[in-house]
């Protein structure tokens, strides 16, 4: 079936918006212009990065599907090890560093993908405060594992992973992952959960396998994670099991929440603000964190639905305002 016209437009103004994006990221690093802080400001976009993808992943969970989870911390240490464990297979192999990054990102995405729909399968038999209770003890059966594992430094630091991941490839994968979560969530699949969400009786009356669905979308919102774990892995180059406890799931949830729930562009926009802000304010140490929390209870309060709220932003849309706007202004002024 041939593309509307329209959507290709669309996908053609946004690509423009995002290379605009990364010009100006590229011009603000390698002018200088920033001096000794040119590192330290670019390792802030390189997190709030790999976080947009762990973020938006996990909104496919809690704002497309409906459901709570609290375990998503799991999947992203999943893949985190299985990709470091790849790329340190794979080094010496005399591949190019991109190409390892790529293969060692699917295959912890994939293991964390069947990590999800392994846990899915019993666990989204249940729904609301029991599916997040039964989340939370799979991500600390995880961790636990990770903690008794030699391979992955038992319980201590897993260090020496290569450092494949900068600033100007996380960007570009971190765009990819998430125009594909959009796709998912526009798809057929996207439509079906969402229904689903809306009314689980009714869904499953019509016909609809609601348990494939449901588990389908949690592995998905898996493999994302992993693959956003296998970033903060060989962007840090070492990591412990306990990084990923259950106060990262819950610092995670937070910033899907205060994005908005259902809104994708929310989650970017949350994840990329709520995990630069500690690093913003660190020479306020004593108050950063202080500041956070002010902060979420005031989003909270004033926003509850979050700051998007379900809406999501399009760059196509507000470029048709402002032109409509200005052909306004020229009829009148003619």
Same mark, same amino acid.
């Given at each position: 079936?041939?593309?509307?016209k ?15 994006l990364y010009? $100006?990221?590229?011009?603000l690093?390698?002018?200088?212009v920033?001096? *000794?802080?040119t590192?330290?400001v670019k390792g802030?976009?390189?997190? =709030? ?9 996990l909104?496919l969970?809690v704002?497309v ?6 375990g ?12 470091a464990l ?9 591949m190019?560093? $991109? ?13 964390a993908?069947?990590?999800? /729909? ?8 249940? +729904?609301g ?11 600390e ?6 903690c008794n594992f ?7 630091t ?8 900068d600033f100007y &490839?996380?960007? &570009?994968i971190? =765009?990819?992952?998430v125009?594909?979560? !959009? /796709? ?9 959960v ?10 499953? =009356? ?10 389908f979308? !949690? ?5 994302f994670a992993?693959?956003?774990g ?10 412990i099991p306990?990084n !990923?406890?259950?106060n990262?799931?819950?610092? @995670?949830l ?12 929310g989650?970017?926009?949350g994840?990329a !603000?709520?995990s630069?802000?500690?690093e913003?304010? +660190?020479?306020?140490? *004593? ?5 956070y929390?002010?902060?979420?209870v ?13 809406w999501?932003?399009?760059l196509?849309?507000l470029l048709?305002? @402002? ?12």
């Amino acid at each position: 079936m041939k593309m509307p016209k329209k959507y290709k437009v669309s996908y053609l103004i946004n690509l423009l918006g995002l290379l605009v994006l990364y010009g $100006l990221a590229v011009l603000l690093f390698e002018s200088g212009v920033l001096g *000794t802080s040119t590192t330290y400001v670019k390792g802030i976009f390189t997190t =709030a990065c790999y976080t947009i993808v762990m973020v938006t992943s996990l909104n496919l969970v809690v704002g497309v599907m409906g459901e709570f989870s609290l375990g998503h911390a799991g999947f992203v240490s999943v893949g985190a090890y299985v990709s470091a464990l790849a790329s340190n297979a794979l080094s010496g192999t005399g591949m190019p560093n $991109l190409l390892v990054l790529l293969i060692a990102l699917v295959i912890g995405g994939i293991a964390a993908g069947i990590t999800g /729909m392994l846990v899915g399968i019993p666990a989204l038999r249940l +729904r609301g405060d029991y599916l997040a209770i039964v989340t939370v003890a799979f991500a600390e059966i995880i961790r636990v594992c990770f903690c008794n594992f030699e391979f992955t430094g038992g319980g201590k630091t897993m260090s020496g992973i290569a450092k494949l991941a900068d600033f100007y &490839w996380v960007y &570009w994968i971190t =765009a990819a992952c998430v125009a594909v979560m !959009f /796709m998912f969530v526009r798809s057929r699949y996207g439509r079906t959960v969402k229904s689903i969400r809306e009314d689980y009786i009714a869904a499953a =009356a019509s016909g609809i396998n609601v348990t494939y669905y449901k588990v389908f979308t !949690f592995a998905v919102a898996a493999f994302f994670a992993g693959v956003g774990g296998g970033l903060y892995a060989h962007y840090m180059t070492a990591m412990i099991p306990t990084n !990923f406890n259950f106060n990262y799931s819950a610092e @995670l949830l937070s910033e899907v929440i205060i994005g908005g729930t259902g809104s994708l562009t929310g989650s970017v926009i949350g994840a990329a !603000f709520l995990s630069a802000l500690p690093e913003m304010m +660190r020479q306020f140490s *004593t108050y950063r964190m202080l500041a956070y929390s002010v902060i979420l209870v005031l989003v909270m309060i004033f926003r509850p639905g979050g700051i998007f709220g379900t809406w999501e932003f399009s760059l196509t849309g507000l470029l048709m305002k @402002l032109s409509g706007k200005g052909n306004k202004a020229a009829k009148e002024g003619q």
